[in-house]
């Protein structure tokens, strides 16, 4: 039900904007974006309630990421700027039933399938 696209190869400093399109999911769930980079567990990135009123963000992508949503599209945005080799990583955009917005994953009852980001140094 969540199609995440935008992903590709960007050089350091640059920008990278993904989306997500929440399909069927009710536009009241909050959003959120996840990574996983190789051989690492995957960890929050960050999250918007439903209304988009409240956003989250994790400490090292905080101040260079916005995370936005189109309620009437049922789409979630990411906007990356001055990327690091680091935030190399497959991304995925979940959506969850109690609409806050959580840096939890295991708050999150839909997953798509992820998009990969590569940023070379």
């Known amino acids: 039900q969540l199609q995440a696209s935008g992903g590709g190869l960007v050089q350091a400093g640059g920008s990278l904007g993904l989306s997500c399109a929440a399909g069927?999911?009710?536009?009241?769930?909050?959003l959120g974006w996840f990574r996983q980079a190789p051989g690492k567990e995957r960890e929050f990135v960050a999250a918007?309630?439903?209304?988009?009123?409240?956003?989250y963000y994790a400490d090292s992508v905080k101040g260079r990421f916005t995370i936005s949503r189109n309620i009437a599209k049922n789409t979630v945005y990411l906007q990356m700027n001055s990327l690091r080799p680091e935030d190399t990583a497959v991304y995925y955009c979940?959506?969850?039933?109690?609409?806050?917005?959580?840096?939890?994953?295991?708050?999150?009852?839909?997953w798509g399938q992820g998009t990969l980001v590569t940023v070379s140094s």
């Open positions: 069927r999911t009710s536009t009241s769930y909050g």
């Open positions: 918007i309630s439903w209304n988009g009123a409240s956003t």
């Open positions: 979940a959506a969850e039933e109690q609409g806050w917005g959580s840096a939890i994953q295991t708050t999150y009852d839909y």
